[in-house]
Protein backbone atom coordinates (compact mmCIF):
# COMPACT_ATOMS: atom_id res chain seq x y z
CA UNK A 1 0.00 0.00 0.00
CA UNK A 2 1.53 3.40 -0.84
CA UNK A 3 0.81 6.45 0.39
CA UNK A 4 0.47 8.52 -2.55
CA UNK A 5 -0.73 11.83 -2.44
CA UNK A 6 -3.59 12.67 -4.54
CA UNK A 7 -3.87 16.79 -6.02
CA UNK A 8 -7.20 18.29 -6.20
CA UNK A 9 -8.47 18.75 -9.95
CA UNK A 10 -7.41 21.95 -10.96
CA UNK A 11 -11.40 24.67 -11.02
CA UNK A 12 -12.62 24.93 -13.70
CA UNK A 13 -14.50 28.57 -14.99
CA UNK A 14 -18.66 28.10 -15.03
CA UNK A 15 -19.13 30.99 -17.33
CA UNK A 16 -17.15 32.27 -20.30
CA UNK A 17 -16.03 35.82 -21.66
CA UNK A 18 -18.73 35.24 -23.97
CA UNK A 19 -21.50 34.20 -21.13
CA UNK A 20 -20.40 37.71 -19.43
CA UNK A 21 -21.67 39.80 -22.35
CA UNK A 22 -24.35 37.92 -22.78
CA UNK A 23 -25.63 38.06 -19.11
CA UNK A 24 -24.32 41.89 -19.06
CA UNK A 25 -26.59 42.67 -21.99
CA UNK A 26 -29.94 40.93 -20.72
CA UNK A 27 -28.90 43.44 -17.64
CA UNK A 28 -28.90 46.20 -19.81
CA UNK A 29 -32.58 45.54 -21.48
CA UNK A 30 -34.10 44.36 -18.71
CA UNK A 31 -32.65 47.70 -16.84
CA UNK A 32 -33.77 49.93 -20.04
CA UNK A 33 -37.46 48.37 -19.70
CA UNK A 34 -37.43 48.70 -15.67
CA UNK A 35 -35.64 52.24 -15.38
CA UNK A 36 -38.44 53.41 -12.40
CA UNK A 37 -38.38 49.97 -10.04
CA UNK A 38 -37.17 50.40 -6.88
CA UNK A 39 -34.36 46.87 -7.40
CA UNK A 40 -33.21 48.33 -10.94
CA UNK A 41 -30.04 50.35 -8.50
CA UNK A 42 -29.32 46.35 -7.58
CA UNK A 43 -29.26 45.27 -11.34
CA UNK A 44 -27.55 48.56 -12.06
CA UNK A 45 -24.49 47.41 -9.81
CA UNK A 46 -24.95 43.86 -11.16
CA UNK A 47 -24.07 45.24 -14.76
CA UNK A 48 -21.03 46.82 -13.92
CA UNK A 49 -19.88 44.23 -12.01
CA UNK A 50 -20.45 42.00 -14.67
CA UNK A 51 -18.58 44.33 -16.93
CA UNK A 52 -15.45 44.42 -14.85
CA UNK A 53 -15.55 40.31 -14.64
CA UNK A 54 -15.45 40.60 -18.67
CA UNK A 55 -12.56 43.25 -18.75
CA UNK A 56 -10.15 40.63 -15.66
Do not use: C, W
Not at 30 to 48: E, F, G, R, V
Amino acid sequence: MTNATIEPTRARAVLSNEDFKLLQEAVRFYLQAHQDDPISSKYSNLYHRLGSAVRR
